[in-house]
């Protein structure tokens, strides 16, 4: 069985920064793509920044140059640094990841999802 396990959420000022950690765990063989996705209260889940197995990155254009995403595989984390927060960041930040697990099948995996509020 495979886990992941989100945090760093919190409140902030806007223009302050956060840090969001996923560590996934359990019966991994592999992992692919990692990533973030947000959801804000009566939108749809979106798209915030996914990262390769080798570092290939992919942002949202409202986040470009102000969230970065990495990973280290030693760890199988994926960290979002979010830099001049923004009232519209407010949302629900759930840590996404593709793996294949003992099962031998590629699926996708979703944290449990970790709040962020930015405050104007």
């Known amino acids: 069985q495979v886990q992941l396990v989100e945090s760093g959420g919190g409140l902030v000022q806007a223009g302050g920064s956060l840090r969001l950690s996923c560590a996934a765990s359990?019966?991994?063989?592999?992992?692919?793509?990692m990533g973030w996705y947000r959801q804000a209260p009566g939108k749809q889940r979106e798209l915030v920044a996914i990262?390769?197995?080798?570092?290939?990155?992919n942002y949202a254009d409202s986040v470009k140059g102000r969230f970065t995403i990495s990973r280290d595989n030693t760890r199988n984390t994926v960290y979002l640094q979010m830099n001049r927060l923004k009232p519209e960041d407010t949302a629900v930040y759930y840590c996404?990841?593709?793996?294949?697990?003992?099962?031998?099948?590629?699926?996708?995996?979703w944290g449990q999802g970790t709040q962020v509020t930015v405050s104007s």
């Open positions: 359990g019966d991994i063989v592999k992992i692919y793509n």
């Open positions: 996404y990841a593709q793996i294949i697990a003992s099962t031998l099948r590629l699926s996708d995996y």
């Open positions: 990262v390769t197995r080798v570092g290939t990155t």
